[in-house]
């Protein structure tokens, strides 16, 4: 075993590493499969295997002490689904697994393609929009706002929150102390609301149902409120936007859509490991583990750099290309074993509506230049102007 450990004295969530950081995990993945961040006193895991093995074993990267690279968020977090291990995080994801599971969104299909083909109609007679404001953030926010049963006083606030929420996952910089205001006004609201003020039948009254059938405590409700109402939100707005980025520079591609030769579920797996809208979250060591270059030893916290691994080229052959042939596509964006999203099922059918929706009408759409939102841990943009369509 190396006696020299490899480090590095880089702020990996410096504005400039955040708004390109592929050329550093390329950097951290040549230089070790494990590599100690000096700055944030935890270890980089930039490599596709050891991040999948650290997803995969959660007695070994234990998520109870929470998931970010602060106290203040880890304290926040404590027994939730995302902060916790078995048996704990079984009873809490039991709560909405019906709900999410294949079968229960199945009955959601026609009426988001509905959606998504009106939202699209209205997009094609505005001739110009911008497909950040105007496209991913519209969708996703209504069809989790509905399924949550969110009242509408409360829904012009859920982007802020949300962006809020995964910024706070990282370090103790700037930015995370900023994003303290809306989440403190987001956890107000969620300890606040009652079963009454959520839609009959909704997830969010499942949550509250289960507490009052004693599945989970009563004091895991806000958690869970806030947890499924958030996280379904920006990841599917990031990962909608660079569709349609990725669809714009490369015509190539969605040609090979609209020619029926891909299917939209291949080319959106491939969106999401080109650019995954999560590009990390931390885990702490529960016993030393061995790397091939070095041994990080029991209690420390490491980063699992989900955007690395899905562009490493020891996994994905020119992994900086954009292609959405690649099969079998197993990126790691939606994590991996028991922490695995748990929303992707409706994540997956947003998109297929939307994608469905867009190669129905649009040929081409061309663009101005796309503005970078800098978020600690979300990867996606501000803005994208649709400056002119070619429609079908």
């Known amino acids: 075993?190396?006696?020299?450990?490899?480090?590095?004295?880089?702020?990996?969530?410096?504005?400039?590493?955040?708004?390109?950081?592929?050329?550093?995990?390329?950097?951290?993945?040549?230089?070790?499969?494990?590599?100690?961040?000096?700055?944030?006193?935890?270890?980089?895991?930039?490599?596709?295997?050891?991040?999948?093995?650290?997803?995969?074993?959660?007695?070994?990267?234990?998520?109870?002490?929470?998931?970010?690279?602060?106290?203040?968020?880890?304290?926040?977090?404590?027994?939730?689904?995302?902060?916790?291990?078995?048996?704990?995080?079984?009873?809490?994801?039991?709560?909405?697994?019906?709900?999410?599971?294949?079968?229960?969104?199945?009955?959601?299909?026609?009426?988001?393609?509905?959606?998504?083909?009106?939202?699209?109609?209205?997009?094609?007679?505005?001739?110009?929009?911008?497909?950040?404001?105007?496209?991913?953030?519209?969708?996703?926010?209504?069809?989790?706002?509905?399924?949550?049963?969110?009242?509408?006083?409360?829904?012009?606030?859920?982007?802020?929150?949300?962006?809020?929420?995964?910024?706070?996952?990282?370090?103790?910089?700037?930015?995370?102390?900023?994003?303290?205001?809306?989440?403190?006004?987001?956890f107000r609201w969620c300890r606040s609301v009652t079963a009454s003020e959520l839609t009959p039948g909704s997830m969010g009254r499942a949550i509250f149902e289960a507490a009052d059938a004693g599945l989970i405590t009563h004091e895991s409700c806000a958690p869970l409120l806030s947890a499924y109402t958030t996280a379904g939100i920006d990841t599917t707005v990031h990962a909608l936007s660079h569709a349609i980025l990725m669809f714009a520079e490369h015509p190539d591609q969605w040609d090979l859509i609209r020619a029926g030769d891909i299917e939209i579920l291949d080319a959106f797996d491939e969106v999401l490991r080109h650019d995954s809208p999560v590009q990390a979250f931390t885990r702490v060591t529960t016993t030393n583990v061995d790397f091939p270059e070095v041994t990080i030893p029991a209690g420390e916290r490491v980063v699992l750099l989900f955007g690395s691994g899905n562009r490493d080229e020891r996994h994905y052959p020119n992994p900086d290309r954009f292609d959405i042939t690649r099969k079998p596509n197993d990126h790691l964006s939606f994590g991996r074993g028991i922490h695995s999203c748990a929303g992707q099922g409706l994540a997956r059918m947003e998109a297929s509506a939307i994608l469905s929706a867009l190669a129905q009408r649009i040929r081409r759409w061309h663009i101005g230049p796309p503005v970078q939102h800098i978020n600690n841990v979300l990867r996606g943009l501000a803005s994208l102007p649709i400056q002119r369509l070619e429609l079908i």
């Open 1 to 186: 075993m190396a006696t020299v450990v490899p480090r590095s004295d880089l702020d990996l969530f410096g504005g400039d590493v955040l708004a390109d950081p592929y050329p550093v995990y390329a950097d951290l993945r040549a230089q070790a499969s494990a590599v100690l961040l000096e700055r944030h006193r935890a270890w980089a895991i930039p490599r596709y295997d050891g991040v999948r093995w650290a997803l995969a074993n959660w007695r070994t990267f234990s998520s109870a002490q929470g998931v970010a690279l602060n106290d203040a968020m880890n304290t926040a977090q404590q027994g939730t689904v995302l902060a916790s291990d078995p048996p704990v995080h079984r009873a809490l994801r039991s709560v909405l697994a019906e709900q999410l599971a294949p079968r229960g969104l199945q009955g959601l299909r026609y009426d988001l393609q509905h959606s998504a083909n009106q939202l699209v109609h209205a997009l094609i007679e505005k001739g110009s929009f911008d497909a950040v404001a105007d496209l991913a953030q519209v969708f996703p926010l209504t069809v989790v706002a509905d399924l949550v049963g969110i009242p509408d006083s409360v829904r012009n606030r859920l982007l802020s929150w949300a962006d809020a929420s995964f910024t706070a996952f990282g370090p103790p910089n700037e930015r995370t102390q900023q994003s303290w205001p809306a989440r403190q006004q987001m």
